[in-house]
């Protein structure tokens, strides 16, 4: 029986681990086995979890100086685990601070040369490019989801493969294809959707005001509905309860339905502001972090914009607001040019940024097969 241990830490690498596990099952010429961490879909999709995902998932570097004598223990632990199961492969999803001093202490303790596979690159060539020692060291293959990354790390002699984007394959698949009227929404109003972020620190900094925004907005917009998307791991009933939704309804069930079927996205910075670019909808994308955070990372940013859709069309398509321009005066003046001025302009370079990936399909298979050749190779 082959193993594999794969490791992600956040929504959207557990939604790309249970794909890539199905996939590797379904390519595989023999039983195989999955360990690792990751949240409900990849534990639904066979991994014998070695530890809850949420517990390891945190925000900005104040809080996870706190946490580092926790993590330490568990790095240490995984490592010496990984390398007496001596798996096929060792895949790691995104999740860097985590992932990648898990590959240091995994390479430190090996005795096997295991391989390790990285799916979904660090975005080092935006922020913290210090960390390409540490790919270069203990990262054996980058598989990359970003068109221009697979050149970027070929330039720095790091073997990289582009293998496409693997949320152009679910949406070619009609899979986040919904309509305002099956989800309950008046398909004359407008509908505006909220994404607070996918872990509770995030909810924390940037809900409140995102509801705030929105109070105002329909006072002076009674053609407006909204709603809020909740990510995977949180309960519904305690958001309603800690927070002043009003009539403002929650989505837990199938997010990204209710975001195709939105006329404009508030959202936190992270994966959905590119998945609602793909889906063509315009969006305002907000962040902002502890201060020690924010002043540190502030120093490390190397790109003039921190969505992917702005860096790769290399211009302001989508508003971004960071740290102290999160304010709801800024939001409602964003959303009412989005809605009644630039609609249009927007979704045409948008369009544009969407064709940057289009050449490349079947993100997870390729990866899956990829992953698979490597094994027998050996």
């Given at each position: 029986?082959?193993?594999?241990?794969?490791?992600?830490?956040?929504?959207?690498?557990?939604?790309?681990?249970?794909?890539?596990?199905?996939?590797?099952?379904?390519?595989?010429?023999?039983?195989?086995?999955?360990?690792?961490?990751?949240?409900?879909?990849?534990?639904?999709?066979?991994?014998?979890?070695?530890?809850?995902?949420?517990?390891?998932?945190?925000?900005?570097?104040?809080?996870?100086?706190?946490?580092?004598?926790?993590?330490?223990?568990?790095?240490?632990?995984?490592?010496?685990?990984?390398?007496?199961?001596?798996?096929?492969?060792?895949?790691?999803?995104?999740?860097?601070?985590?992932?990648?001093?898990?590959?240091?202490?995994?390479?430190?303790?090996?005795?096997?040369?295991?391989?390790?596979?990285?799916?979904?690159?660090?975005?080092?060539?935006?922020?913290?490019?210090?960390?390409i020692n540490h790919i270069k060291k203990y990262i054996d293959t980058m598989l990359v989801?970003?068109?221009?990354?697979?050149?970027?790390?070929?330039?720095?002699?790091?073997?990289?493969?582009?293998?496409?984007?693997?949320?152009?394959?679910?949406?070619?698949?009609?899979?986040?294809?919904?309509?305002?009227?099956?989800?309950?929404?008046?398909?004359?109003?407008?509908?505006?959707?909220?994404?607070?972020?996918?872990?509770?620190?995030?909810?924390?900094?940037?809900?409140?005001?995102?509801?705030?925004?929105?109070?105002?907005?329909?006072?002076?917009?009674?053609?407006?509905?909204?709603?809020?998307?909740?990510?995977?791991?949180?309960?519904?009933?305690?958001?309603?309860?800690?927070?002043?939704?009003?009539?403002?309804?929650?989505?837990?069930?199938?997010?990204?339905?209710?975001?195709?079927?939105?006329?404009?996205?508030?959202?936190?910075?992270?994966?959905?502001?590119l998945e609602a670019t793909f889906m063509n909808i315009p969006s305002i994308v907000s962040?902002?972090?502890?201060?020690?955070?924010?002043?540190?990372?502030?120093?490390?940013?190397?790109?003039?914009?921190?969505?992917?859709?702005?860096?790769?069309?290399?211009?302001?398509?989508?508003?971004?607001?960071?740290?102290?321009?999160?304010?709801?005066?800024?939001?409602?003046?964003?959303?009412?040019?989005?809605?009644?001025?630039?609609?249009?302009?927007?979704?045409?370079?948008?369009?544009?940024?969407?064709?940057?990936?289009?050449?490349?399909?079947?993100?997870?298979?390729?990866?899956?097969?990829?992953?698979?050749?490597?094994?027998?190779?050996?």
């Amino acid at each position: 029986m082959k193993r594999y241990v794969i490791i992600a830490g956040e929504t959207s690498g557990d939604n790309y681990g249970q794909k890539l596990i199905q996939a590797i099952k379904q390519q595989e010429n023999e039983p195989v086995e999955f360990w690792g961490i990751g949240g409900s879909q990849m534990v639904a999709a066979g991994l014998n979890s070695l530890e809850d995902a949420n517990k390891i998932s945190v925000v900005g570097f104040s809080e996870v100086i706190k946490k580092i004598p926790t993590l330490s223990k568990l790095l240490n632990r995984l490592a010496l685990f990984i390398n007496e199961l001596n798996p096929h492969n060792i895949i790691l999803i995104d999740f860097p601070g985590f992932n990648l001093n898990l590959a240091k202490r995994i390479k430190k303790y090996s005795k096997n040369n295991l391989h390790i596979t990285y799916f979904i690159s660090p975005q080092v060539w935006a922020w913290n490019e210090r960390r390409i020692n540490h790919i270069k060291k203990y990262i054996d293959t980058m598989l990359v989801i970003f068109p221009f990354e697979e050149q970027y790390y070929k330039n720095k002699n790091i073997f990289s493969r582009y293998v496409g984007h693997p949320f152009l394959d679910d949406l070619k698949c009609n899979l986040y294809s919904g309509s305002k009227r099956d989800l309950g929404f008046d398909e004359k109003k407008k509908l505006i959707g909220i994404f607070p972020g996918s872990r509770s620190e995030e909810i924390k900094r940037h809900l409140p005001i995102y509801l705030d925004a929105i109070h105002q907005f329909q006072r002076n917009n009674p053609n407006i509905e909204c709603a809020v998307g909740l990510a995977p791991g949180f309960d519904k009933s305690k958001i309603e309860q800690q927070y002043d939704l009003r009539k403002i309804n929650i989505i837990d069930n199938n997010p990204l339905l209710m975001l195709s079927c939105c006329d404009v996205a508030l959202v936190t910075s992270g994966t959905i502001s590119l998945e609602a670019t793909f889906m063509n909808i315009p969006s305002i994308v907000s962040y902002r972090l502890s201060f020690i955070s924010w002043f540190i990372s502030k120093m490390l940013l190397k790109t003039k914009y921190i969505s992917i859709t702005n860096i790769m069309h290399n211009s302001m398509v989508i508003p971004e607001l960071i740290q102290h321009n999160v304010t709801s005066k800024n939001i409602i003046k964003h959303l009412a040019k989005i809605l009644y001025k630039d609609n249009l302009k927007i979704k045409n370079n948008l369009k544009e940024v969407q064709d940057m990936f289009l050449q490349t399909h079947n993100a997870i298979d390729s990866a899956a097969d990829y992953i698979i050749t490597t094994n027998e190779k050996k």
